[in-house]
């Protein structure tokens, strides 16, 4: 690990994982991804996985996995510093200012911060859902962000494809709509139970009449 410039840039180092450098500017542009509530209707889950650092994000089969991330009154203002440090030293990565976007992007309300914890992605002793949600759409506001360069840059292109297959997109609603609660599930089931037995009955007269 390189020294840091000071603490607060040694703690800044000490979180980013070997391996997730900053890529070089591809003449492919990067896409921002949505929020968790549009990913869920096209069939993007999100699963809590133990990684080395909180900054690993990995996405496979439809399947964003995150470390757990625990927001409270350390890692808040820890947030906020690395964020103004970033923007502040132009030589240094944008690590902790990439994470902050992709919460950002995951985050548009508080059902969005209610769905994370319940996943076991986040961890909430900072406020209510709703006050979690302010403070993540706030913490990259205004902040100055190069998306071809930073190191979700692939995650974030390939959450985007997957996002846009109109089989995962019609797939996951046809789930949503019909499958996303037990009365649903009920519903659906005895309206295709109808259906076969609507066609039984068809077919059974045209039988009956062929016969006679």
């Known amino acids: 690990m390189p020294l840091g410039k000071h603490l607060l840039d040694l703690l800044r180092l000490s979180v980013i994982p070997a391996g997730y450098a900053e890529p070089q500017r591809s003449s492919t542009p990067t896409h921002i991804i949505h929020c968790v509530s ?14 080395e650092s909180f900054l690993m994000v990995k996405f496979k089969h439809g399947v964003i996995e995150m470390p757990t991330i625990t927001i409270d009154d350390f890692m808040s203002p820890f947030l906020l510093n690395c964020v103004a440090y970033e923007q502040c030293h132009k030589s240094c990565s944008k ?3 990439t994470y902050a976007t992709l919460l950002d992007c995951l985050v548009n309300s508080y059902k969005d911060v209610e769905y994370l914890c319940d ?6 002793w900072y406020g ?7 403070f993540i759409n706030n ?7 190069d998306y071809d360069r930073c190191y979700l840059s692939k995650l974030f292109n390939d959450v985007h494809d997957y996002y846009r297959n109109s089989w995962h997109v019609t797939w996951a609603s046809f789930k949503y709509t019909y499958f996303d609660t037990p009365w649903s599930f009920v519903s659906a089931f005895a309206a295709l139970i109808l259906l076969i037995l609507t ?9 009956s009449f062929y016969n006679s």
């Open 38 to 51: 549009k990913l869920r209707h096209a069939g993007i889950k999100l699963n809590a996985k133990e990684f």
């Open 119 to 124: 996943r076991n992605i986040m961890e909430n």
């Open 199 to 207: 066609v039984l009955q068809t077919l059974y007269s045209v039988l």
């Open 95 to 97: 690590h902790i200012t």
């Open 128 to 134: 209510n859902d709703g006050e979690i949600a302010h």
């Open 139 to 145: 913490l990259g506001k205004d902040v100055a962000f």
